[in-house]
């Protein structure tokens, strides 16, 4: 199988490649800039992989230790808490916890997002701009979490947290 998956990298690869002489530079810039957001997308995913896999990893030492219920925090979850975000000790990374899987933001990433939580206007025009940040900057969340669209109540959760939570420093 994994010859197959090579000749159809390489038949993709020289269809491509035999296409660029009839692209214009806006074309070209397009396509490297598709590729750079694809690679990313690929290593977002590795690294959630990653990360639920460490995740696991802990849940299952906590059954064996018998520490089970607490995160890393030292806090006990709710049986209610559907969300909650964590830091990494570094402070290099966040992740959002949603019904016991998660997602990983970088620091300047939740910057991001506390600087939209924190912006101006109503409740729900915060929801849309997280909304669309999600969809401009961060699509895999969708995956991890089902928003129904900008009215949902899940986004409501999200920047009622991250208000709670952090701050910004002047």
């Not at 199988?1 to 090579?6: G, H």
């Not at 639920?52 to 990893?57: G, K, R």
């Not at 990374?93 to 924190?118: A, G, H, P």
């Amino acid at each position: 199988m994994a010859k197959k998956k090579t000749s159809q990298k390489d038949f993709l690869a020289g269809e491509l490649q035999s296409l660029i002489p009839e692209l214009d530079e806006e074309g070209l810039a397009f396509l490297v800039e598709q590729g750079r957001i694809h690679l990313y997308n690929m290593q977002v995913t590795e690294l959630n992989k990653a990360a639920q896999e460490a995740n696991d990893a802990s849940r299952r030492m906590q059954v064996i230790t018998g520490r089970a219920g607490n995160n890393s925090s030292g806090k006990t979850a709710k049986a209610g808490d559907a969300f909650r975000i964590e830091g990494t000790k570094s402070g290099s990374s966040y992740y959002l916890f949603y019904n016991n899987s998660n997602i990983m933001f970088s620091r300047s990433e939740m910057i991001e997002l506390v600087q939209i939580s924190k912006g101006p206007g109503t409740v729900q025009e915060t929801c849309e701009r997280i909304y669309n940040w999600f969809v401009r900057e961060r699509k895999d969340i969708f995956a991890l979490v089902p928003f129904s669209d900008i009215y949902d109540e899940k986004l409501k959760i999200i920047v009622r947290l991250i208000k709670k939570n952090f701050s910004l420093k002047p």
